[in-house]
């Protein structure tokens, strides 16, 4: 066995009695991400079609950070202030940025700036609906159907755990989407309405290193919750559809604690470690990891990752720094991520190698001759010193 498996095994036989039991959700669907590895350590009915309320916006924040700037201004129509539930008062005609409606409708959870949101980035909610469709079966989130951008009931829209998991992962890779959902409060200066944004997510400042994400309710979708903390290095991502009342916040903590308490975030490789080595053109070629590598362990059965290595074709010149394939992780066949690997040296081309051999030959018989010189003249510089003192 070798260091880094016994410094593994050392640590997780340490960690084995915090281990904790299955979670007992209330939620009619539920599922548990790490964020890191994309790997899913628990679910409940994760595949099956939910309404998901306000969980929504997830995806809505995510196509407008990815599509307009911040410092956008979003005019407010008639339609966006007439829209019904959950409101910051905008009126007709008001202006305010894109930031700060993202921040009402992921705080707030304003219905009206969601509408807002939509008709400022696309020119439609029809137009924006058909944008969020195709962000969702990019991100492989195949088993929904969204048809507004504030989660109102709707026959036809509807999602699933799974799906909700994989949108909130890429949602959480933006630094200003990380920034809105896990600040607490935030003043608001509307023409409607005056006052404190106040983040609907209890978790916040009372569940230890939770960081976001997004509530939900509705009569038919019941109490929905994504959930996310981080602690040691591992993030987890909790979903939960349809509980009902405090419940809620129960099921997320159950599956939290339980990620935190059961699973082990290790390092594979370190960012820019050497991963393999070969020999290109009589010169070794070393091929690194461009960024680190992490994967979850379970407390009670560690086991390395399953990983395979995909090259392209090495052929020099070979630049340091250069992509030259990937590591792509995972189980079984189903690849969760992948590492580029890049050149650790300059690997020339064959023929340059004779023309950097005559060219440093050169060099260096002029160096020997201009040293040779040297040494002379300063024999006749002290001789001529001498005489003339």
């Known amino acids: 066995m070798g260091a880094k498996a016994l410094a593994v095994a050392f640590i997780l036989g340490l960690w084995a009695p915090q281990t904790r039991a299955e979670p007992d959700v209330v939620g009619k669907a539920a599922l548990l991400m790490e964020l890191h590895t994309g790997k899913i350590v628990w679910t409940k009915n994760e595949n099956e079609r939910l309404a998901p309320a306000s969980t929504t916006k997830i995806l809505t924040a995510l196509v407008a950070l990815e599509r307009s700037p911040l410092q956008q201004i979003v005019a407010v129509s008639d339609r966006a202030a007439a829209t019904e539930g959950s409101s910051m008062y905008l009126r007709p005609g008001e202006r305010a940025s894109l930031e700060e409606l993202l921040y009402a409708a992921l705080l707030g959870s304003g219905n009206d700036a969601a509408i807002a949101i939509a008709e400022g980035v696309a020119g439609s909610t029809e137009a924006f609906v058909k944008v969020m469709n195709e962000t969702a079966r990019r991100l492989g989130a195949n088993d929904s159907s969204f048809l507004n951008p504030h989660g109102l009931p709707q026959k036809g829209h509807y999602t699933t755990a799974r799906d909700l998991a994989l949108i909130t992962w890429a949602a959480m890779q933006n630094p200003k989407f990380r920034e809105i959902v896990s600040t607490r409060i935030r003043p608001w200066k509307g023409e409607g309405w005056k006052?404190?944004?106040v983040n609907h997510n209890r978790l916040l400042g009372d569940y230890k290193g939770a960081i976001g994400v997004k509530t939900g309710y509705t009569v038919e979708a019941g109490q929905c919750l994504v959930a996310a903390a981080r602690r040691g290095g591992a993030t987890?991502?909790?979903?939960?559809?349809?509980?009902?009342?405090?419940?809620i916040w129960e099921d997320a903590r159950e599956l939290l604690d339980y990620g935190f308490k059961n699973y082990a975030l290790l390092e594979?490789?370190?960012?820019?470690?050497?991963v393999l080595r070969m020999d290109i053109g009589g010169r070794e070629l070393t091929l690194n990891a461009a960024a680190p590598v992490r994967y979850l362990v379970s407390r009670n059965r560690p086991t390395k990752p399953r990983y395979h290595i995909i090259l392209d074709q090495l052929k020099p010149p070979i630049a340091e720094g250069e992509q030259l394939g990937e590591v792509v992780f995972g189980e079984g066949k189903r690849g969760l991520r992948s590492v580029a690997l890049v050149a650790g040296v300059d690997v020339p081309e064959p023929g340059s190698l004779h023309i950097i051999f005559w060219i440093g030959l050169v060099a260096a018989l002029g160096i020997f001759i201009h040293r040779r010189r040297k040494r002379r003249r300063p024999h006749r510089y002290r001789f001529s010193r001498r005489i003339r003192f």
Not at 239 to 244: A, D, E, G, I, T
């Open 236 to 247: 987890y991502l909790a979903v939960v559809l349809n509980s009902r009342g405090r419940a």
């Open 268 to 274: 594979f490789v370190k960012e820019g470690e050497t």
């Open 195 to 197: 006052g404190t944004l």
